[in-house]
């Protein structure tokens, strides 16, 4: 990640803290202290207070004493696994959310991940925008942050996440329960192509039998709303997904 979308991304996201204004805690565990450092240099830059281990043992410790409240978790740890890690972790955090980053990337381990009290699941290699952009939607969902601004706005377009009320140049537009996910993921990502798999793991939330065409249907459902009798917001790019954007 470049200089220039390290400082994009960061904009992107809503500033998070508790409502004491102090910062979020995250915990770090990988036994790769290269990538445990580089998660965490992107964490920092976003006013998170970070901490990282590198073993399974070390990880309940520190969470013991840290009480983060987001962990970031391989699977394969020295002594104990990242698995085993969480489980002992929920005796004494039994909310505190988690995604697993690890190398195993079968359908079948996913599940096993999830089923194991995993909120969340991200394959090495990974990019760091995911993994930024996925442990801000866990810790927005904990409740434990304080979200500075509940509006998203893209042009004359915006969505309040408290109200759910959307509207385009003043006009009220109603939307279902999944029409308002999908549009409220594009509108956290201005300007950038999301893919339909993208798309599909964050609105239907890992349906792994999930057909893309889902996501071509709700799109459309959200052009006739949104781009309707007016310049077009949401755009297809061929091959790639879809993006939304100002109206010029």
Same mark, same amino acid.
């Given at each position: =990640?470049?200089?220039?979308?390290?400082? !994009?991304?960061?904009?992107?996201?809503?500033?998070?803290?508790?409502?004491?204004?102090?910062?979020?805690?995250? #915990?770090?565990?990988?036994?790769?202290?290269?990538?445990?450092?580089?998660?965490?240099? &992107?964490?920092?830059?976003?006013?998170?207070?970070?901490?990282?281990?590198?073993?399974?043992?070390?990880?309940?410790?520190?969470?013991?004493?840290?009480?983060?409240?987001?962990?970031?978790?391989?699977? =394969?740890?020295? /002594?104990?696994?990242?698995?085993?890690?969480?489980?002992?972790?929920?005796?004494? !955090?039994?909310?505190?959310?988690? #995604?697993?980053?690890?190398?195993?990337?079968?359908? $079948?381990?996913?599940?096993?991940? *999830?089923? !194991?009290?995993?909120?969340?699941?991200?394959?090495?290699?990974?990019?760091?925008?995911?993994?930024?952009?996925? *442990?801000?939607? *866990?810790?927005?969902?904990?409740?434990?942050?304080?979200?500075?601004?509940? $509006? #998203?706005?893209?042009?004359?377009?915006?969505?309040?996440?408290?109200?759910? $009320?959307?509207?385009? /140049?003043?006009?009220?537009?109603?939307?279902?329960?999944?029409?308002?996910?999908?549009?409220?993921?594009? =509108?956290?990502?201005?300007?950038?192509? *999301?893919?339909? !798999?993208?798309?599909?793991?964050?609105?239907?939330?890992?349906?792994? &039998?999930?057909?893309?065409?889902?996501? $071509?249907?709700?799109?459309?459902?959200?052009?006739?709303?949104?781009?309707?009798?007016?310049?077009?917001?949401?755009?297809?790019?061929? &091959?790639?997904?879809?993006?939304?954007?100002?109206?010029?």
């Amino acid at each position: =990640m470049t200089a220039r979308q390290r400082t !994009a991304l960061i904009d992107s996201l809503p500033r998070l803290e508790h409502p004491d204004g102090s910062p979020i805690r995250a #915990l770090v565990v990988d036994d790769e202290p290269s990538l445990a450092e580089l998660v965490s240099i &992107g964490l920092r830059m976003v006013g998170w207070n970070v901490e990282t281990v590198h073993d399974g043992e070390n990880a309940v410790t520190r969470a013991r004493a840290f009480r983060p409240d987001v962990l970031v978790l391989d699977w =394969m740890l020295p /002594g104990f696994d990242g698995v085993e890690a969480l489980q002992r972790i929920r005796q004494f !955090a039994p909310d505190v959310p988690a #995604l697993f980053l690890t190398a195993k990337d079968d359908v $079948e381990d996913r599940i096993q991940g *999830l089923t !194991a009290g995993g909120d969340d699941y991200v394959t090495k290699p990974f990019s760091m925008e995911e993994v930024m952009i996925r *442990l801000h939607r *866990l810790v927005q969902r904990s409740g434990v942050a304080a979200i500075d601004d509940a $509006e #998203l706005v893209v042009g004359d377009l915006s969505l309040n996440i408290d109200t759910r $009320e959307v509207t385009r /140049g003043g006009d009220l537009i109603a939307l279902t329960a999944t029409q308002f996910e999908l549009l409220r993921y594009l =509108m956290e990502n201005p300007k950038r192509v *999301l893919s339909k !798999a993208q798309i599909l793991d964050r609105v239907w939330n890992y349906d792994f &039998g999930g057909q893309a065409n889902i996501v $071509e249907l709700y799109i459309s459902y959200l052009r006739k709303k949104i781009d309707v009798g007016r310049e077009p917001m949401i755009h297809t790019v061929r &091959g790639a997904g879809y993006v939304i954007k100002p109206a010029p």
